[in-house]
């Protein structure tokens, strides 16, 4: 099946991320940021989709939103919320806001000038149905390494989290 | 326009109406799933309560219609003419959204459910991890719910039913997975994701996947069983709205349409959660014994069924009829419940006619499988007490967990050995 008006929805995922972004700063009540946040992930998953990546979308609303998120929530729901609104949202450190953001600016004016010549003309497409298969392939071949070496790092991290909530082992 | 709807009949169309691109018959499709889906909601509101009443001895709704039959829509309208009360210092937008998210997210589910071959809304080659994560997002719906309140039950009904959902979807992903390593064990060794793909695979392997490599998949079964149930916040595991503690948990400050909209979602999730265990380990659309009961008598014999199953209704009603009073104040009732016994004998009637009878097949027994699992709900409900949350979360991580790897690595093991 062909796809049916690509720039239509990339413009409407793209515009729906870039608004969910402004809100997650904006917005002085934290769930209210961390709900814009969600919008923004599920934006992020349909573009995936749009690249056809299907699993990558699928294991990002699963990772993200059923997981990360939820436990957002739930840790911003346990803090006191009263404190934090009455607080200003914003750091003082708006120097390097503001370098950061002049670097970032200056990499997209420069992709969108000389774009043509620094990527290349076609991308490899890969058929939608073997997407699933390339990734576990590639996962488990090419970078295996890589791949061990994070889940190395997450149990590091699990070990981390249990010996610092545990008063006494 | 009339060829374009037709082009999907012919013969030569072996796809779902997502995948043909038709637009028409997809949203027919839709149609047709969500009102069954709410019918069946409205179904099982009724039979909910007369089941637990008969299971603990007691009558159940008997006012409102012969056997209480009329009670669900006595209930609707009670509930759409209620005040709807948006408690004063709740986050109103928030509190507004969380009945549509939970919504949304598990009927988005029904997209990918395969009724048949061809009888689903689609098929995506991503499709077990589209059900996951979608109905994964209907905890948002509960935590906005609860926060959006801005009320302690409530907040503390979120707080456990997140903590609950993220426990207990580790060890359905665990179990989910080695169902998914089942479906590579074919000359290719290629598995897959599509929900039609997997019950094609049990096809091909002559096997539903509960009885492959005995025991494992019956315990991944068990563990998948276990889960889902504490993913639909269902008792046992209800803990996020746990009466005797939280009044009524999340939903505490809902009233009227907007609970309703709850009730509908959480009845719609455990169709949803059944007919993926359905399709992963009881072969989904396939009738009972595809592959040793075979031949033509056998055939027409598995045919016969739903017609079967319509005429059992009737008699059914007709029974009630006639134990029904004989004084002028029932008359009504009876006469009603012998329509009813009518309409159910002509739907079996219907039923009966070859071409019918074969294309209803498919949808029968799915339909039939998720009804198990439906009615195992409610006497799960009867049975077992409320755990508490520390037992919850025991149960979750100390044996379904470990539980679940075991066997993931054991249906790998005997993949490689068997396979």
Same mark, same amino acid.
């Given at each position: 099946?062909?796809?049916? &008006? ?37 934006? @992020? ?55 950061? /953001? ?18 290349? %003309? ?46 006494? $082992? | 326009?009339? *060829?374009?709807? #037709? ?44 089941? +637990? &009443? ?43 959204? &969380? ?32 059900? +996951? ?9 509960? !935590? ?17 039913? *997140? ?10 992903? +665990? ?14 060794? #290629? ?8 019950? @094609?695979?049990?096809?091909? @392997? ?12 019956? !315990? ?32 505490? %400050? ?23 265990? $359905? ?41 009630? !009829? ?11 009732? /009876? ?17 009966? +006619? ?16 998720? /009804? ?48």
């Amino acid at each position: 099946m062909t796809p049916v &008006a690509t720039p239509f929805f990339f413009y409407m995922l793209s515009g729906l991320m870039v608004v969910g972004g402004l809100f997650v700063i904006t917005r002085r009540n934290p769930v209210h940021s961390a709900l814009a946040l969600i919008v923004t992930l599920l934006a @992020q998953a349909g573009l995936y989709l749009m690249l056809y990546a299907p699993f990558v979308a699928g294991v990002q609303i699963i990772l993200y939103v059923g997981g990360i998120m939820v436990l957002f929530l739930f840790v911003i729901m346990l803090v006191n919320l009263e404190r934090t609104e009455r607080e200003k949202p914003f750091n003082k450190q708006w120097l390097v806001g503001l370098a950061a /953001a002049l670097a970032l600016g200056a990499m997209f004016v420069g992709v969108y000038v000389k774009g043509r010549a620094l990527l290349p %003309e076609q991308t490899v497409s890969l058929p939608e149905a073997e997407n699933t298969q390339q990734v576990g392939l590639m996962l488990y071949g090419n970078y295996m390494l890589a791949f061990e070496i994070a889940s190395l790092l997450l149990l590091v991290a699990i070990i981390g989290a249990v010996v610092m909530a545990k008063k006494r $082992i | 326009m009339p *060829s374009y709807i #037709t082009s999907y009949l012919e013969k030569s169309v072996q796809v779902t109406p997502g995948e043909a691109g038709n637009i028409f018959w997809a949203m027919v499709y839709i149609l047709c799933v969500f009102g069954g889906v709410s019918l069946v909601v409205v179904c099982m509101n009724w039979l909910e309560r007369k089941i +637990l &009443a008969h299971m603990q001895i007691r009558l159940g709704p008997m006012r409102v219609g012969p056997h209480g039959l009329l009670q669900p829509i006595a209930d609707a309208l009670k509930l759409i003419l209620k005040e709807d009360i948006i408690p004063e210092g709740a986050d109103v937008l928030v509190f507004w959204l &969380a009945p549509l998210i939970i919504l949304l997210a598990v009927f988005s589910v029904y997209c990918v459910i395969p009724f048949g071959p061809t009888h689903a809304i689609t098929d995506m080659n991503i499709g077990l991890l589209f059900m +996951l994560g979608v109905s994964s997002l209907g905890v948002l719906g509960i !935590v906005m719910a609860g926060w959006a309140s801005n009320s302690h039950y409530p907040l503390i009904g979120a707080l456990r039913s *997140s903590a609950q959902m993220v426990s207990y979807e580790v060890a359905m992903g +665990l179990a989910v997975v080695s169902a998914v390593l089942m479906t590579s064990l074919n000359a290719q060794g #290629t598995g897959t994701l599509s929900m039609i793909g997997i019950v @094609q695979a049990q096809q091909a @392997q002559h096997t539903w996947f509960l009885f492959k490599f005995f025991p494992l998949g019956v !315990v991944a079964f068990v563990v998948f069983a276990i889960a889902m149930i504490a993913e639909t916040n269902r008792a046992p595991f209800d803990l996020p709205e746990a009466e005797s503690e939280l009044t009524a948990g999340f939903h505490t %400050e809902y009233s009227g349409l907007r609970w309703s909209l709850f009730m509908l979602g959480e009845y719609a999730a455990m169709i949803a959660v059944s007919s993926i265990a $359905i399709t992963l380990w009881l072969g989904g659309w396939m009738r009972p014994f595809p592959h040793l009961l075979t031949g033509p008598i056998w055939d027409l014999a598995f045919s016969l069924f739903p017609a079967l199953t319509f005429f059992g209704l009737a008699a059914l009603a007709l029974y009630a !009829v006639g134990r029904m009073w004989k004084v002028p104040y029932f008359r009504a009732q /009876a006469i009603g419940l012998a329509g009813l016994a009518a309409v159910f004998g002509l739907i079996g009637f219907v039923l009966l +006619l070859p071409p019918v009878r074969t294309g209803v097949q498919d949808v029968y027994w799915f339909v039939a499988k998720i /009804a198990v699992f439906l009615y195992l709900f409610i006497w799960y409900r009867a049975t077992f007490p409320r755990y508490r949350f520390d037992q919850l979360m025991r149960v979750g991580w100390k044996v379904l967990l470990p539980i679940g790897l075991i066997v993931l690595v054991l249906t790998a093991i005997a993949g490689v050995i068997f396979g």
